[in-house]
């Protein structure tokens, strides 16, 4: 099928380099470029968790806080 797209000039620049140092055409360049991307998007909603992984990091030293009060509590029972 053919479409127009409209590429910043300097992701065309990019990509037609890209392209042309992998010895294939634009279009093939940009074909599995998204089919990439779609595969990518299909293997993370998947698993809708991994989305999160990470997301609480924040808290590791609070909850480190709150073991050692726990630990201190337990300690006078």
């Not at 595969?39 to 609070?62: F, I, N, Q, T, V």
């Amino acid at each position: 099928m053919k479409t127009t797209l409209e590429i910043p000039d300097p992701v065309f620049r990019k990509a037609k380099a890209r392209a042309a140092e992998q010895g294939i055409p634009l279009r093939q360049f940009v074909t599995e470029a998204v089919q990439e991307r779609i595969d990518a998007d299909a293997a993370s909603s998947k698993k809708p968790w991994m989305k999160l992984a990470g997301g609480l990091r924040h808290l590791h030293k609070e909850t480190a806080r709150l073991n050692r009060l726990m630990d201190q509590e337990f300690e006078k029972v």
